[in-house]
């Protein structure tokens, strides 16, 4: 969905509103730490797009400020009309303090929707340390193509107008003032916007006049945060038209730790909308939403194809829902009002492709189709873990599917979810149910519903050289990663996916994966290696090593490279995990193991680690199993302290080390 018809200064973090919009980025299934110290946000960016868009919210709009720029002027003018329609001019002063700030600011990009909005640079010029004014280039304005759905999958119709500025150095000054019309409101007859200020960026002033028709009925809202809005209401003007004043000043940023939650979540901000609660946001979808789910000729007959043979109402569910998550390809179109309207049933089926307001049309029309009832759930799939008062898009990014017969969320957007697993950004969020009109709340994460487990056998040659295989198993939200990873595993990444995984944890070898197809649903992540490594230790000794991670997932060695958490000033987010490993380290005859590491064990708050370590034979047993349980999606200031201190337990234990030396050298 469009950003509705709002300004988005790429890059920047010059906007008065976004979305934040979260995807989990999978890289590496062995070595994603499950987001206990969440890191979705170091492979993000900002778009317009809001719902379905799959892409994370503006690395800007959580990092640092550091001093890099300031906004010492933010001025809006902005007049709403009866009929959701408005006009608005922009005008904002910019200070570069840095080489970083300049590289920001160098080059602005004043984005929107050309089949809603028009945008005119009315002014933009250079105003140099000593005073001097520097106009751009009438080249250096220009209108580009600025398709960024196409980014992530997907087309739009937003244009960008391209602004250059000339001759900037520490100290200079950026002024762009621009002029806005929104000729059709994102929902007819409505106006919503939502203005907000990063904690971590310095704004000296900031000043919004805002006005609107007295026959469209605008409320405002404000959350009683630091640093506080000031809101005026002005006397009505000659035409009746009812006008308020913003004003807002940030002169000490705070840093943000990269794990905050959502910015709409503890920042000031300003919503002025006429509609009057999230809930009526669900119904203006509904109703444009409800039609395009009909179950024609063509759905009952392939609905009947899918579920051939099957008559479990469950059962039929989830073969339903695997086709619509594998066989729709995910392509987000956002042409005029496509951002927040799905197509039609018969013709997603017709393209193949959609984005998630078309999956899950597709899939209720599907289910209605077997006589299943479900309906449409508005969620933020990122970092926002609550909802607003008055109604808007924002913080809505993402459409799910709500089954009431089994009280169950299912998201076929994702293509690596199995039916009813949710990801961790749609975990623990409010929602709201289109078709029903109530708010609802996705499951709280689980540790033993995010489980991994690893059993793995390794043999140590006279030489120091391995051979081993393992073995391990992914449960719930951690497979989902795993699945998308093991996708990719074909071709020529075949060799360098276990060469690299190896090379993770310092191993330099080879290895092979087994497992069964994954583009199946139905199959469980479960997946079997064999590997060969060259020596990490000297044989025969004397020496000490560390347990070889092998072609393992090696999420608790993973916690070697995990930092203390700082204070938490704010809520920030956490999951619940559970992992567990059982190692099997055969070491040659030639050797003979001399001392242990000691066992560990602690429990604090939720958090368990325990590791042992003994004798069997010639082989060395080693078990650790580590458990995260948070209440929450979302942990407070305080938590970090227990975290920190099973953190600093693991690490210990991590770092203990197996002693052997020659048989020859031992001592009787």
Same mark, same amino acid.
Request: hydrophobic content about 35%.
């Given at each position: ?8 200064? /790429? ?8 979305? $934040? ?6 890289? =590496? ?31 800007? @709009?959580?990092?640092? %400020?550091?001093? /890099? ?38 080059? $602005? ?14 002014? !933009? ?37 391209? &602004? ?10 950026? /002024? ?11 929902? $007819? ?25 007295? !026959? ?70 509904? $109703? ?30 989830? @073969?339903?829902? %695997? ?7 995910? &392509? ?72 009431? !017969? ?24 409010? =929602? ?5 009109? *109530? ?24 030489? +120091? ?5 393992? =073995? ?10 795993? *699945? ?38 139905? =199959? ?12 990490? %230790?000297?044989?025969?000794?004397? +020496? ?7 072609? @393992? ?65 010639? @082989? ?49």
């Amino acid at each position: 969905m469009y950003v509705q018809g709002w300004l988005v200064r /790429h890059r920047s973090n010059k906007l008065f509103q976004i979305s $934040e919009i979260s995807i989990v980025k999978y890289d =590496n299934f062995f070595n994603l730490l499950s987001c206990f110290r969440c890191s979705w946000r170091q492979s993000t960016w900002l778009f317009t797009l809001v719902l379905c868009s799959v892409v994370p919210a503006s690395w800007a @709009a959580q990092s640092p %400020n550091e001093d /890099h720029f300031r906004i010492e002027q933010r001025h809006v003018k902005i007049h709403v009309n009866a009929d959701g329609s408005s006009v608005a001019d922009y005008y904002d002063v910019t200070s570069l303090l840095t080489s970083t700030g300049i590289d920001w600011f160098g080059e $602005e990009k004043v984005s929107f929707s050309q089949g809603r909005e028009s945008v005119k640079v009315l002014e !933009a010029f250079t105003e140099l340390p000593n005073g001097k004014r520097v106009e751009l280039d009438p080249k250096a304005i220009r209108l580009v193509e600025d398709d960024q759905a196409g980014q992530v999958g997907g087309y739009s119709d937003t244009k960008a107008y391209a &602004v250059i500025f000339p001759q900037l150095a520490l100290g200079a000054k950026t /002024h762009l003032r621009t002029h806005q019309v929104v000729h059709t409101p994102l929902y $007819e007859g409505h106006y919503s916007r939502t203005f907000r200020f990063p904690l971590s960026i310095y704004f000296k002033d900031v000043v919004i006049d805002f006005s609107h028709d007295p !026959a469209i009925k605008i409320k405002v809202e404000t959350p009683h945060r630091q640093p506080l809005i000031k809101v005026k209401k002005l006397k009505n003007g000659s035409d009746g038209s009812v006008r308020y004043r913003f004003s807002f000043r940030n002169a000490k940023p705070i840093k943000l730790e990269e794990d905050t939650v959502s910015g709409l979540d503890i920042q000031p901000y300003i919503r002025v909308s006429s509609i009057s609660s999230m809930l009526e946001v669900g119904q203006l979808y509904q $109703e444009k939403a409800a039609k395009k789910s009909s179950v024609t000729t063509n759905i009952q007959a392939l609905a009947n194809d899918i579920t051939h043979g099957i008559q479990d109402p469950q059962a039929q569910a989830q @073969a339903l829902y %695997n086709w619509v998550a594998t066989e729709i390809r995910y &392509v987000a179109i956002f042409l005029g009002d496509g951002g927040v309207v799905p197509n039609d049933a018969e013709s997603i089926v017709r393209n193949r492709y959609g984005d998630c307001k078309d999956h899950n049309t597709l899939l209720i029309a599907l289910l209605a189709a077997k006589g299943i009832e479900a309906e449409s759930v508005l969620i933020n799939s990122g970092d926002a873990f609550s909802l607003p008062k008055l109604g808007g898009v924002a913080p809505f990014n993402h459409v799910i599917t709500y089954l009431p !017969a089994w009280n169950l969320y299912v998201d076929s957007t994702d293509r690596y979810a199995p039916f009813g697993v949710l990801s961790y950004p749609s975990l623990d969020k409010p =929602n709201v149910h289109t078709q029903t009109l *109530r708010y609802g709340r996705t499951p709280k994460p689980q540790a033993l519903q995010n489980h991994i487990s690893s059993e793995v056998i390794i043999h140590i040659h006279d030489d +120091g050289s391995i051979i081993g295989q393992a =073995n391990s198993k992914h449960v719930g939200t951690s497979a989902i990663g795993a *699945r998308a990873f093991l996708m990719g595993y074909e071709g020529r990444y075949k060799d360098e996916i276990p060469i690299k995984q190896l090379a993770l944890f310092g191993q330099v070898g080879t290895g092979n994966l087994y497992f069964e197809p994954m583009y199946d649903l139905t =199959n469980p992540v479960q997946v079997s290696a064999t590997f060969n490594i060259q020596p990490i %230790n000297n044989f025969p000794g004397p +020496g000490a090593m560390w347990v070889p991670v092998g072609l @393992a997932p090696g999420r608790i060695e993973s916690f070697r490279e995990i930092s203390p958490y700082p204070v938490q000033p704010f809520p920030y987010v956490c999951h619940s995990v559970r992992y567990t490993q059982h190692y099997v380290l055969n070491f040659p005859p030639s050797v003979e193991v001399t001392r242990l590491p000691e066992p560990m064990k602690i429990e604090i708050d939720g958090y368990v680690y325990q590791s042992r370590y003994f004798h069997h034979k010639q @082989a060395i047993i080693v078990e650790r199993h580590l458990t995260l349980e948070n209440p929450k999606g979302v942990c407070q200031p305080g938590d970090e302290v227990s975290f920190n201190k099973i953190l600093s337990v693991v690490q210990k234990d991590l770092r203990g080390q197996i002693f052997y030396e020659p048989k020859a050298f031992s001592r009787p």
